[in-house]
């Protein structure tokens, strides 16, 4: 049973923002503002190539250096186990942003693609050590343009669970027989959501390693609760995850990105390597990590058969 509730009745009804003054007063706290004990901190290293596969990293550079506590990669990394895309089921929460398995495989398939993850005593060593893990990679082509896709493009079932196309009338017929017309291709830039709160994510594990709590800047809590338990293989009822607040998500914190996951992974491993340590993200790394919404092409026809009358065909994304 799902365990997201739906309740109606707020449509028409003037309706105050719970937490409209904690925010504009500055009492909210957020996730990056968490102050735990023993809080350290991880970075991101990141794939510089856009397809191929890992042949070998060499870390040792990074692990000499001071504060530094581990140095995770494929070869030591926690199990993860897959979990269920967001937007994949109806019957359960989903939350996680891909179905490549970070930290466990040796294939890249993007830029950014996390290959390693550095955690430190501070958010400075975590960084600075993060540049000196050096990689070696087998570059393999990268298909980079989608319009040199789009003639081995596959129609998906759906998008979100809506209908992948939708038809409505002849649209061609009618801008044929049009006496005046316009017909263009519009195509947006490349964005990322940047909003105002950066994403951010802290992990705590118990001493036993059977309890997970995470603060984390999502939209989606009961998706990423339902994620960390299938992905550590826990008890729905061991996992708590907390987002008091969001400073703005635009959607692109409704789904679990990569650092996430990788946040109680890191986690984990600092805490079994000795140092007794919670783990959180450092947000200079995360933006790779984030999928950005890439240039998108929109055909965007017009006609008017005579002076009273006029027809537009529904905007078109081709993909």
Excluded at 190 to 202: C, F, Q, Y
Excluded at 227 to 237: I, P, R, S, T, Y
Excluded at 272 to 299: D, E, F, Q
Aim: glycine content about 8%; aromatic content about 6%.
């Amino acid at each position: 049973m799902s365990s997201i509730q739906v309740k109606h009745g707020a449509v028409g009804r003037p309706v105050s923002r719970v937490d409209g003054v904690v925010k504009t007063t500055g009492k909210a706290t957020f996730t990056a503002e968490y102050q735990l004990d023993h809080l350290a901190h991880a970075s991101l290293v990141p794939a510089h190539i856009p397809r191929g596969s890992v042949l070998a990293i060499d870390d040792s550079s990074a692990r000499r250096l001071p504060g530094v506590l581990a140095v995770i990669t494929r070869e030591n990394a926690p199990k993860m186990r897959p979990a269920e895309i967001f937007g994949a089921t109806e019957t359960e929460p989903a939350a996680d942003a891909s179905s490549i398995q970070h930290l466990a495989t040796d294939e890249i398939y993007y830029y950014g693609q996390p290959v390693a993850v550095v955690v430190a005593e501070t958010r400075e060593q975590a960084e600075y050590a993060a540049t000196l893990v050096r990689v070696e990679y087998a570059p393999a082509e990268a298909k980079t343009s989608f319009a040199a896709a789009r003639g081995t493009a596959v129609m998906p079932a759906d998008v979100l669970g809506e209908p992948a196309e939708v038809r409505k009338g002849d649209a061609e017929r009618a801008l044929a027989a049009a006496a005046h017309r316009v017909d263009h291709v519009y195509r947006t830039p490349p964005m990322n959501h940047n909003a105002i709160e950066l994403h951010a994510t802290i992990a705590e594990w118990s001493a036993d390693g059977q309890h997970l709590t995470v603060y984390d800047a999502t939209q989606y809590v009961a998706g990423t609760h339902h994620m960390f338990a299938k992905k550590f293989g826990l008890d729905l009822e061991n996992v708590r995850v907390i987002a008091s607040f969001v400073g703005g998500g635009f959607g692109g914190k409704g789904t679990a990105w990569p650092h996430v996951t990788l946040a109680a992974a890191a986690a984990m491993r600092a805490t079994t390597s000795g140092s007794s340590r919670r783990s959180s993200t450092s947000m200079s790394s995360r933006i790779r990590s984030c999928a950005p919404r890439g240039s998108a092409p929109g055909r965007l026809p017009w006609s008017r058969r005579s002076t009273n009358s006029r027809t537009r065909s529904p905007w078109t994304r081709s993909l």
